[in-house]
């Protein structure tokens, strides 16, 4: 399905599928997901993404990255990974990058937080690079990692380390409420969603709820992202799981330590391939226990 764009007579609703969505997400696309840890990541169609055998993606994890990363690279639909950290916070190692990477299955662009950060905001008004403030020098990434660069200074004739913008084809993002035209309103941490919509080509929202337009227009301070960065919205209630979605449900720690014990390809087949879809994946938690998750927020 070809992205959704408002038009100049009449206002259009952006509403799609997780198929419509996944649609979007080619071979050998640079995807970018949002959210921060077990935190507002958009699991429910990075299974789609899975479910449906795309391959060969340049990912760019967010600046601290867990399970989105992890099951996409466990799955083989990674070919290359820009990653400032990947891992499972104080449950230990992401298991399946680990792995990846010692078996140099998958290419990796080991930059710092400020190489994303200034990265997107670089992609997102259209500079070719972030030039870097002295001192940076003595991080061990730019002796490294060779998408780090030197150049000269114009000014003071310094030479100056320097690192590529950031401009995902792709971003896809979990959000609490957006309404049918993209404008979002996050309940709790953006981090990088903002920037990542506003560097990247094309952006997917999924979120727990629709609201209307006019409570949108009501309280516009609210919206974190406006809908003219937003290409297709899916409404998909527990999108998130087993991460958070600040302001509507907590982690699921007890799965997610579930998953990093698990075999990779038993837990495929169980939560992914298994199923028939997102609503059939969530019967297998329950209402009680899924609910039980809001309790905590």
Known sequence: MDPIFLNGKKRQSKLGTLEDAAAMIKDGTQLAFGGLHSHNGPMALIRQI???????????????????????????????????YIGMEHLGFAPRFRKAAEEKKIRIIDGDEIYYVLGLKAGAVGMPFVPYP???????????????????????GKEIIVSP????????????????????????????????????????????????NDSIRADPHRTTIP??????VVHVPYGAHPLSCH??????????????KADITTYLDEYVYGVKGHFEYLEKFGIEHLMGLREQV
């Open 50 to 84: 899975i479910r449906q055998g795309t391959k060969d993606l340049h990912l760019i994890a967010n600046v601290s990255a867990g399970m989105p990363a992890d099951i996409l690279i466990g799955a083989e639909c990674v070919d290359t990974v820009t990653v400032c």
């Open 134 to 156: 002295p001192g940076h020098e003595a991080r061990d990434n730019p002796i490294y990692e060779k998408t780090y660069k030197r150049t000269i200074d114009p000014y003071t």
């Open 165 to 212: 913008a950031i401009r995902p084809d792709v971003a896809i993002l979990h959000v609490p409420r957006a309404d049918i035209y993209g404008n979002v309103v996050h309940l709790g941490s953006v981090v990088a969603d903002d920037l990542l919509a506003k560097a990247s080509t094309h952006t997917i929202v999924t979120c727990d709820e629709i609201v209307t």
């Open 227 to 232: 809908g003219h960065y937003i290409d297709m």
């Open 247 to 260: 302001g509507i449900y907590n982690h699921d720690e007890d799965h997610i330590k579930s998953y990093v």
